[in-house]
Structures are given as C-alpha cells and as structure tokens.
C-alpha cells in the first residue's frame, strides 16, 4: 500500500490517502467469493459450485468489490496513521473509496488531529487558600450527632405521636381510587420531622395513636415525579407502633463507650481535631483545582469536539456504573434516557466537566513534555505497586487490565501535577501570562 497526498487543515483536521496495489484488491475480491459462495445459485451449476468468472459475468464484475474494499480499509487507515504519522482523536470518516482500471484502491481518509498544546505560564501560580476555623458549636453538633446514633429507644404506650417519634406504620396510596406504583409500605419506620416524606404526611401522623388507622389527603409538589407531580392522592395509613430516642448524658461514660478516649474533654479534642483536618483538606483540594484550572486557562489549545464528546461519554458511563449499568453496547442517547440525565444537566454540568478534564489531560500531557520526564523501570514498578495496594489486587492484574503504556502515562501526569502544585503559592491570583507564541500561533 502506497501512503500519499496528506494533506492538515483547519480546526484540528487532516486528509490522507492510501492506495492499495492490484494484488492487494485481487486477493480480497477473491476472499469475498468464497465467503460468499457457498450461497450463491447460478443455473447449470450445483449451489455454491459456479466458478467466481460466471458470477461475475451475471452479476457483474463489481459484484464483490464492496466487500473486498470493506476488508481492505481498516489495514489501509493503520497503515496511513503509521507512516503519516498522525495522531488522531475519535473516529475516521471515509471521504471516498476508488477502483482505478488498474484495479488499484484509492481510500481518501478524514481525520480530527489529536490538538497541539502551547504552555502559558504553569510554575509559580497564585490561589487563595482559606482554611475554616473549627468553632465549639460545630464540635456541639457532632457530639450531639453521635448521642442521636448512640440513642435508646424507648417505646410509646400511653401517648398519641409526636415530632421526633419514629412511627412504624403501614400505609398505601390511592390516586383517583386506584393503587399508584411505589405508594404501598408495610412495617415501615419514619421519623416524624424528618421531613423525608412528602409535605404534609408527617404532619398528619402526629396525633394518630397506636393501633388507630387514617385517611391522609396529599398533593405532590409540582416538581414531583411526572406520573404525581400536583396530583392529589389518598394515603391509607395504620400506626403499628411508636418509639422515641433517649439520648445518652454527654459524660465521660458516654466518650468511653463511643471512643477510645476515657474523658469527654479527649473525646472533644479529638471530634475537633478531625474536623480541622476536614476543612484543611477541603480547602487544599479548593486551592489545587485553582492552581491547575489557572495553568490550564493560561495554555492555548484547540480542543477538538469529538475529544470532549468522548469525555462526555465516559463520565456517564462511570456514573451509570454505579447503578449496575456496565453494558457498553447501550447506546448513549438511550443511556442518557435511562439515567433521566436532561439536556441542562449535560449542558451546564456534565459538558463543562468534560471540557475541564480534557483542557487538564492535554496540560499534563504537555507539562511532562516539556519537563522532559521520563520513568524508570525501578519507578514504574512502585507505582504499579502501590495502584494495586490501594484497590487490594496484584500488580500484574492492574497492568493486564490497563496495560503498561496507560499505566505509564498516568503516573507521567502525576509526576507533572506535582511539579505544577510544588511550585504554587498561596496568594491573591494574577493575570494569566499568555502561552508563547509559536509560528503556527502567529499565521
């Protein structure tokens, strides 16, 4: 095969073409008659017997040329990428595909070129870095959290419900006199002031007693599932039981059954310690994301679509994940439908999000570039090791799943998000310092 006429274009665009040589397209016309044969009837002939000279002589001579140019272009492509060099995002397009009467094929290729970076300033970025103070009534909130999970419960005889009962009830919800889907519970405990029902039902539970069974008339919120959303329904409801929390005395009991502290005081000191390094660690994640999003505005790229489409993609996909949707044959428009993802969630939430981590992947990739790093076998190996004793796997597992080269590429980004963090600065953000120019920049 013959690579030639390669032509870059605008937006991050190339065309080349490959020509195939005539024994080339032979030997796949060949191999399309005789997969095809065995099904093919010609009178004079036992089926799937007619020499591929008669089939063409009644078909046509054309009549496997679609199958044999099918077979010959992905090697055609692999060998145009190869010798032309290019790096591409997303998938090819065929522009046009020729028999020439030499009986040669001529593939003409499109293609979105993987874009050129050009670094602005990424050493020496500024970003504020505000670390909140712990005050004594968060600390008050988190004992009072822990008293409610290390909470008795008391049961109710004697009384009618209240807020801050759990009441165990049954219930089943009617629309226009008939069951709707997910209306029916039995046995089931709800916090009175939890507000974890729909508005009004918990309100009219308080004053049921024990044993005692009740209409309760409610009206979805419009922002309701679209089935329920302003219907007015009829949950029947019995009240099965009633408990109340007794919390325990904030003492040093209390912090020697909680914890592994034998004073309250230590116990304390502890729950603010905690949180101290919540918030410093909340905060240092609010300073690197400035740090790397300044580095990233302050680089000049054309960032394909097709980059940030594909990025697009697999955020979803890793969200659908987490409710068991693994099946990557699941087209992505029907994905988006199963999911309820809307046109301004992926708008304005997940399309951003895209185009954020795609902008930082190109920053790293050109940083470790430009910093010219480089790993060792003896470095490799140690990341390796430590990828797999974070997820408890082996580390020949993590490079079979990945394989070597992503594996190495990553570690690569990391090394580069290091160099970029360890020379930050906290401080006021300046002006972003504009990528240099190059002679591409400039036309």
């Given at each position: 095969m013959i690579v030639k006429n390669v032509e870059k274009k605008e937006n991050n665009t190339a065309t080349f073409q490959v020509e195939s040589d005539a024994a080339e397209f032979e030997a796949a016309v060949q191999s399309a008659y005789l997969k095809n044969r065995s099904s093919i009837n010609i009178p004079g002939f036992r089926k799937g017997h007619a020499p591929r000279a008669i089939v063409e002589n009644m078909y046509g001579r054309e009549v496997f040329y679609q199958e044999a140019m099918d077979e010959l272009a992905p090697k055609a492509f692999e060998q145009g990428l190869t010798e032309a060099e290019l790096r591409i995002v997303g998938q090819p397009a065929i522009n046009n595909v020729e028999v020439t009467e030499e009986r040669t094929?001529?593939?003409t290729f499109a293609v979105t070129l993987y874009p050129e970076v050009t670094l602005g300033?990424?050493?020496g970025l500024k970003a504020p870095k505000d670390v909140t103070e712990v005050s004594e009534e968060e600390v008050a909130e988190e004992l009072e959290k822990a008293r409610k999970q290390n909470a008795r419960k008391i049961s109710v005889e004697d009384r009618e419900a209240q807020m801050g009962d759990t009441a165990n009830i049954d219930f089943d919800g009617y629309l226009n006199g008939e069951r709707f889907d997910g209306g029916k519970a039995e046995g089931y405990d709800l916090e009175l002031g939890s507000n974890s029902f729909v508005p009004g039902f918990e309100e009219q539970v308080v004053g049921m007693k024990i044993g005692e069974e009740k209409d309760l008339d409610i009206t979805f919120p419009e922002t309701y599932v679209e089935n329920l959303a302003g219907k007015a329904v009829v949950f029947k409801v019995k009240l099965?039981?009633?408990t109340y929390p007794e919390l325990p005395e904030l003492d040093d009991e209390f912090a020697k059954d909680v914890s592994e502290f034998?004073?309250?005081?230590e116990y304390k000191a502890d729950l603010r310690k905690k949180l101290q390094e919540r918030y410093e660690e909340q905060a240092e994640n609010a300073f690197r994301s400035l740090i790397?999003?300044?580095?990233?505005?302050?680089?000049?790229v054309d960032v394909p679509d097709a980059m940030i489409q594909e990025k697009a993609e697999e955020i979803v996909r890793n969200y659908a994940a987490n409710f068991g949707m693994t099946d990557r044959s699941i087209e992505m428009e029907k994905l988006v439908r199963m999911l309820g993802i809307d046109s301004e969630?992926?708008?304005q939430s997940i399309l951003p999000s895209a185009q954020l981590q795609v902008r930082t992947e190109l920053l790293l990739e050109a940083v470790a570039k430009a910093e010219n790093i480089e790993l060792t076998e003896e470095e490799t190996d140690a990341y390796l090791q430590r990828i797999a004793d974070s997820v408890n796997a082996k580390p020949e597992e993590i490079k079979e799943y990945f394989g070597l080269e992503t594996i190495r590429n990553e570690y690569k980004k990391e090394k580069a998000t290091n160099?970029?963090?360890e020379s930050a600065e906290v401080g006021e953000m300046e002006e972003p310092a504009p990528a240099e120019e190059t002679e591409e920049t400039k036309e």
């Open positions: 094929v001529v593939y300033q990424y050493k099965n039981s009633l034998d004073t309250l005081e790397m999003k300044q580095a990233a505005d302050n680089m000049s969630t992926m708008n160099i970029i963090m």
